[in-house]
């Protein structure tokens, strides 16, 4: 039996400790809009927010997910806004990918 919060923050004991406890509910978040694209590393998609009451305010509506299966025990994510640029912070040490998707993945997504 899960009990939820008012902000859709639910809490669920369960006797096995690698589920957590504190999950938010199926309505909260965002969900996958058309198609997914392959891209030479990955993948692209757009997600839609889901009409959920706000839990930190200021939400996007529309992100891009960017998937690359950059090796074969690595792989990188990127959420961003596909309408408006915003700052992201340099790392001299963090460059683009070019590669293409590794293989023999020891990973699922």
């Known amino acids: 039996q899960s009990t939820c919060t008012l902000r859709g ?9 690698s589920v957590p406890w504190c999950f938010f509910s199926s309505n909260h ?5 058309g198609l997914t694209r ?10 839609t927010r889901l009409p959920s009451p706000s839990l930190f305010g200021n939400d996007i509506n ?3 997910l960017t998937g690359e299966y950059q090796t074969p025990n690595r792989f ?9 640029q915003r700052f992201e912070v ?3 040490h963090v ?4 590669g293409s998707a590794a293989t023999n993945l020891n990973y699922k997504v």
């Not at 978040?29 to 809009?33: E, T």
């Not at 392959?38 to 997600?47: H, Y």
């Not at 990188?76 to 408006?84: A, L, S, V």
Request: hydrophobic content about 25%.
């Open 9 to 17: 923050c639910c809490w669920s004991p369960q006797s096995d400790t």
């Open 29 to 33: 978040g965002y969900k996958v809009d």
């Open 38 to 47: 392959t891209t030479q590393a990955g993948f692209e998609t757009t997600l």
């Open 62 to 64: 529309t992100v891009l």
């Open 76 to 84: 990188r994510f990127k959420i961003t806004d596909p309408n408006t």
């Open 90 to 92: 340099p790392h001299e």
């Open 95 to 98: 460059r683009s990918f070019t």
